[in-house]
């Protein structure tokens, strides 16, 4: 388990398994990416068995801010995907990250469409509204 917040592991901090809240009361560092939780309500192995792959999830406003243009996962699915000239693609459904750059799954009548996230593509994010605005280069269709 790993996170880009460095205290949100620690004693006292609220994650939420599978939708439902629990309360970290004592956490160790095993390695970077390992950690063991006690999380309050789970009093037998077999209780904390239950939360065995499910999303470990914080509620929004306790992300951390991010720099301008840059965006959580959790804000870009959903997005409904248009053309600069206003054709509608679809909407994000996932998200591949590749490394370089991520790429947006776009979901639409047409089928899916592998939106690169970069600069030359993106030429809009808004978030109140629900739309990306693309611009599709050559290869893109």
């Known amino acids: 388990m790993s996170s880009d917040v460095p205290h949100r592991f620690n004693m006292g901090e609220v994650l939420h398994f599978g939708g439902s809240p629990y309360h970290v009361t004592s956490s ?3 390695r970077r990416n390992q950690v063991i939780l006690e999380l309050e309500g789970l009093s037998t192995p077999e209780e904390a068995q239950r ?3 499910q999303l470990v999830t ?3 406003t306790a ?4 720099p301008e243009d840059e965006y959580f996962h959790f804000q870009i699915l959903g997005l409904r995907v248009r053309t600069e000239v206003g054709e509608e ?3 994000i459904t996932e998200i591949l990250p590749t490394g370089s750059n991520d790429v947006y799954v776009v979901s639409g009548e047409r089928g899916e469409i592998l ?3 970069i600069a030359e593509v ?3 994010i ?3 509204d629900g739309i990306m605005v693309v611009k599709l280069v050559k290869g893109l269709r």
């Not at 992300?63 to 991010?66: I, M, V």
Request: hydrophobic letters at 50%.
């Open 63 to 66: 992300a951390p801010s991010l």
């Open 51 to 53: 939360l065995v792959g």
């Open 126 to 128: 808004n978030l109140a």
């Open 28 to 30: 160790t560092r095993l």
């Open 89 to 91: 693609l679809g909407q």
């Open 58 to 60: 914080v509620p929004a």
């Open 122 to 124: 993106i030429q809009e």
């Open 115 to 117: 939106i690169p996230a």
